[in-house]
């Protein structure tokens, strides 16, 4: 028969040891490091807009409207579709348009309807 699980400790009143926030204390060092100093990047400190996203070379928060071609902070260029938000990259920009790639086949399409144009009206003649 199997012993029963020792009964942990409720937890209410005075935190213990077993509590997370101390039994954690000293892990995860590097990562803690990496979030204090992000909380110090230009515009982060000083607090976002409602909706933004940040500089891929300096860190600094760029907000989303009105769109930008470049930081505000860095000068550095904001290109392609990826944009990094806190804690993740996102790909939410549009792509651009696909026009040229489908062309050959929009023009192949093209070509082949009016071959088979031309067939029926010389069979049909
Ligand atoms: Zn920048």
Same mark, same amino acid.
């Given at each position: 028969?199997?012993?029963?699980?020792?009964?942990?400790?409720?937890?209410?009143?005075?935190?213990?040891?077993?509590?997370?926030?101390?039994?954690?204390?000293?892990?995860?060092?590097?990562?803690?490091?990496?979030?204090?100093?992000?909380?110090?990047?230009?515009?982060?400190?000083?607090?976002?807009? #409602?909706?933004?996203?940040? +500089?891929? %070379? *300096? @860190? =600094?928060? &760029?907000?989303?409207? #009105?769109?930008?071609?470049? +930081?505000? %902070? *860095? @000068? =550095?260029? &904001?290109?392609?579709?990826?944009?990094?938000?806190?804690?993740?990259?996102?790909?939410?920009?549009?792509?651009?348009?696909?026009?040229?790639?489908?062309?050959?086949?929009?023009?192949?399409?093209?070509?082949?309807?009016?071959?088979?144009?031309?067939?029926?009206?010389?069979?049909?003649?």
């Amino acid at each position: 028969m199997a012993e029963p699980e020792p009964e942990e400790p409720k937890s209410f009143g005075n935190i213990s040891d077993r509590h997370w926030s101390r039994a954690r204390a000293g892990t995860n060092e590097e990562a803690l490091r990496y979030y204090r100093e992000r909380s110090h990047a230009p515009g982060v400190e000083e607090g976002g807009g #409602p909706r933004n996203f940040y +500089c891929m %070379h *300096c @860190d =600094g928060v &760029i907000p989303s409207d #009105p769109p930008l071609e470049r +930081c505000p %902070h *860095c @000068d =550095g260029e &904001i290109s392609g579709v990826a944009r990094r938000y806190f804690n993740w990259v996102e790909l939410d920009q549009p792509a651009k348009s696909d026009f040229r790639s489908l062309l050959p086949f929009a023009l192949g399409g093209l070509i082949a309807l009016a071959l088979i144009a031309f067939v029926i009206v010389r069979l049909l003649a």
